[in-house]
C-alpha cells in the first residue's frame, strides 16, 4: 500500500505544470511562452481541430472504393422445395447454406454530395485553426495583463516601502530634535502614527502582489506548487512592437490579420458547399459494384462466382424535401454574410478605442510625472520648512501623502499604458506568441 501511495505521488508529480525550476524568473516572453504551452482552453481547441481533421478525412474517404466481407450460415426447417403438378414436390436446395462473398462499391458520381462534403469539412478545419489562432492570442493577452498586474502591485510595493522609509526618517528627525527641545512630544505622536499607518500599507501592498503572482500562474495555466518569481519592472520600457502611427493604419492591419475574419470567411464557404450537398439531393448517383462469392445459399440460382454491374440512383419526388435544404442552406449564407459585417464592425470599434486608450494612457501618464515632481519639491520644501521652524509636522505629513498618491498613480497610469498597448495589439490582431514580444524587458 505504502508503495502504491509513493508510486501515485511520484505520478503527480510528474503531471502536475511546474513553474520553473531553480528559481526560474519569468519575464514576458517567458511567461507568454509558458501560457501557450500549458493553458487548458488551448489543450480542448487543438483537440477540436484534430476531430475536424478526422471529419475531412473521412469525407475524403467518400472517394475510395468500399470493400465488404459477408460471411453467414442458414439452417432452414428443412430442405426448400415446392409442388408442381403432375411433378410432385421439387426440392432446390438444402437445409444448410453459406454464403462466403466479397462485394467493391465505388462511387463514380453523387451529384456533388462527396466534393460538397469534403468542402464542408476543410472549410470546418480552416475554421477551428483560426479559432485556434485568436484563442492562443487570448490566452497571450491574457498573461500579459496578468504579468503587467504583477508589475503594477511590485510598483506599489516600492511606493510603499519608499514612504515607510521616508516617515521612520522624519521620525527619527523628530525624536533627535527632542531631545534638543526643538521639537514637541505631540510631533513625535504624530509621526508615530504616520510610521504604523505606512507600515499597514506597505503590507497591504505585499498582500496585493502575492494575489496578482496567483492570478498570472493561473493566466499562465499553472498550479502553483513553487514560488512564481516574475522579473521586470512597471517603470520599464515598452515590450511591444510600435503601433501604427494613425488610427486608419491600425483598423486597416486589423480587417488583414484578425484571425476571426478568416474563420467567417472559412463559415462561409461551408455554407456554400452546404448548398452543393443539398443540391445533391436532385441529382443522380452512379456506382459501379463487383462482388465474388465463394459460397452461395443452395436455393440460389446458379449463376458463376463473380458477378458485376452499374447502379444509378435518383430520387424522383421527395415533396419538397430537398427544395426546403437548398433554401436553409440560401439562408444560412446570408446569415454568414451579416455575421461577417457585424464582425468588421465590431473589430472596427475595437480597434478605434484600443488606439484612442493608448493615447489616453500616455497623456495621463505624462500628467502624473509632472505631480510627482511637483509632489517630491512639496515634501522637500515642507521638511526643510520643518525643520527651521516655518512648516508643522501636519504640514509635512499632508505633503508626504501627497506624495504617496502621485506615485501611486503614476505607478497606475503606467499599467494602463501598458496594458493599453496590449490590448492595442490584440485588437489589431498580432501574434504576440511569435514576433510581438522583443525579448526581455530593460530595468528588470
Same mark, same amino acid.
Given at each position: 500500500m505504502k $508503495?502504491? @501511495?509513493?508510486?501515485?505521488?511520484? @505520478?503527480?508529480? @510528474?503531471?502536475? %505544470?511546474?513553474?520553473?525550476?531553480?528559481?526560474?524568473?519569468?519575464?514576458?516572453?517567458?511567461?507568454? /511562452? !509558458?501560457?501557450?504551452?500549458?493553458?487548458?482552453?488551448l489543450r480542448g481547441m487543438e483537440a477540436q481541430v484534430e476531430a475536424a $481533421? =478526422?471529419?475531412?478525412?473521412?469525407?475524403?474517404?467518400?472517394?475510395? %472504393?468500399?470493400?465488404? #466481407? +459477408?460471411?453467414?450460415?442458414?439452417?432452414?426447417?428443412?430442405? %426448400?422445395?415446392?409442388?408442381?403438378?403432375?411433378?410432385?414436390?421439387?426440392?432446390?436446395?438444402e437445409k444448410d447454406n453459406k454464403q462466403v462473398s466479397l462485394t467493391l462499391q465505388f462511387p463514380l458520381s453523387t451529384g456533388g454530395k462527396l466534393e460538397g462534403m469534403t468542402r464542408q469539412a476543410r472549410a470546418g478545419v480552416e475554421a477551428l485553426e483560426s479559432a485556434l489562432d485568436r484563442q492562443r492570442q487570448t490566452v497571450a493577452t491574457e498573461a500579459t495583463i496578468a504579468y503587467l498586474n504583477v508589475l503594477k502591485a511590485r510598483g506599489f510595493v516600492k511606493v510603499a516601502e519608499d514612504q515607510l522609509k521616508a516617515l521612520e526618517s522624519q521620525r527619527n528627525s523628530i525624536a533627535k530634535m527632542l531631545e534638543r527641545g526643538v521639537a514637541t512630544r505631540i510631533d513625535l505622536l504624530r509621526a508615530e502614527t504616520a510610521v504604523s499607518a505606512a507600515q499597514e500599507m506597505l503590507t497591504k501592498a505585499k498582500n496585493g502582489e502575492a494575489v496578482a503572482t496567483a492570478a498570472l500562474a493561473n493566466a499562465m495555466g499553472l498550479q502553483q506548487r513553487i514560488g512564481l518569481k516574475v522579473q521586470g519592472s512597471v517603470e520599464a520600457a515598452s515590450p511591444f512592437p510600435p503601433h501604427p502611427a494613425t488610427l486608419e493604419e491600425a483598423i486597416a492591419e486589423a480587417l488583414r490579420a484578425r484571425p476571426e475574419l478568416r474563420q467567417v470567411g472559412a463559415n462561409r464557404q461551408a455554407a456554400e458547399a452546404g448548398v452543393q450537398v443539398a443540391r445533391s439531393g436532385q441529382k443522380p448517383s452512379v456506382g459501379l459494384f463487383a462482388q465474388y462469392d465463394a459460397e452461395r445459399p443452395t436455393f440460389m440460382p446458379r449463376t458463376g462466382k463473380w458477378s458485376a454491374g452499374v447502379a444509378l440512383t435518383m430520387n424522383l419526388s421527395d415533396g419538397g424535401t430537398t427544395k426546403a435544404e437548398v433554401a436553409q442552406a440560401r439562408a444560412h449564407i446570408a446569415q454568414v454574410d451579416a455575421a461577417l459585417e457585424e464582425l468588421r464592425n465590431g473589430i472596427v470599434l475595437?480597434? !478605434?478605442?484600443? &488606439?484612442?486608450?493608448? /493615447?489616453?494612457?500616455?497623456?495621463?501618464? =505624462? +500628467?502624473?510625472?509632472? #505631480?510627482?515632481?511637483?509632489?517630491?519639491?512639496?515634501?522637500?520644501?515642507? $521638511?526643510?520648512?520643518? $525643520?527651521?521652524?516655518?512648516? !508643522?509636522? !501636519?504640514?509635512?505629513?499632508?505633503? /508626504? #501623502?501627497?506624495?504617496?498618491?502621485? /506615485?501611486?498613480?503614476?505607478?497606475?497610469?503606467? &499599467?494602463? @499604458?501598458?496594458?493599453?498597448?496590449?490590448?492595442?495589439q490584440y485588437a489589431m490582431g498580432r501574434q504576440p506568441y511569435e514576433a510581438g514580444i522583443r525579448g526581455s524587458q530593460k530595468g528588470s
Open positions: $508503495q502504491l @501511495l509513493i508510486a501515485l505521488t511520484l @505520478l503527480t508529480a @510528474l503531471t502536475l %505544470p511546474v513553474l520553473g525550476q531553480d528559481n526560474q524568473e519569468f519575464d514576458l516572453p517567458m511567461t507568454v /511562452q !509558458t501560457a501557450l504551452k500549458n493553458h487548458p482552453s $481533421q =478526422a471529419r475531412l478525412k473521412q469525407a475524403a474517404a467518400g472517394y475510395a %472504393p468500399k470493400v465488404n #466481407a +459477408t460471411l453467414s450460415y442458414t439452417l432452414l426447417q428443412k430442405d %426448400p422445395s415446392f409442388t408442381v403438378m403432375p411433378f410432385g414436390t421439387l426440392v432446390f436446395g475595437q480597434v !478605434t478605442a484600443a &488606439f484612442l486608450n493608448v /493615447q489616453s494612457a500616455k497623456e495621463r501618464l =505624462a +500628467t502624473t510625472e509632472k #505631480a510627482v515632481a511637483t509632489a517630491e519639491e512639496g515634501v522637500r520644501l515642507t $521638511q526643510l520648512g520643518y $525643520q527651521n521652524g516655518v512648516n !508643522t509636522i !501636519t504640514d509635512f505629513l499632508a505633503a /508626504q #501623502a501627497e506624495l504617496t498618491k502621485a /506615485q501611486n498613480d503614476r505607478v497606475t497610469a503606467l &499599467f494602463d @499604458l501598458r496594458a493599453a498597448e496590449a490590448e492595442l
